[in-house]
């Protein structure tokens, strides 16, 4: 695209209204969604690795952030249990 990252997030602010990273964060949390509802992940530890979130801790701050509740609430009332 030839810009600074900095200009990128700048662009991409003034076109859509949100920054950058949120939309990672988002776009990641969106994948954790799927995965919890299919039952294709054994834990949310794995989740969230497998989602790119470098910590549990962040996984959880972003999951509650654009959700509104934690990730094991979501599971709970959203996803598949898993076969044994």
């Known amino acids: ?35 919890i509802r299919t039952g294709r992940s054994t834990s949310l530890a794995h989740t969230a690795r497998a989602c790119g979130f470098e910590s549990y801790s962040q996984f959880i701050a972003a999951f509650r952030g654009f959700l509104g509740q934690l990730p094991s609430e979501f599971r709970a009332a959203h996803g598949r249990t898993i076969p044994q």
């Open 1 to 35: 695209m030839d810009l600074s990252p900095y200009h990128l997030s700048r662009s991409y602010r003034a076109t859509t209204g949100q920054g950058l990273w949120q939309f990672v964060l988002e776009c990641r949390v969106r994948k954790a969604m799927r995965l």
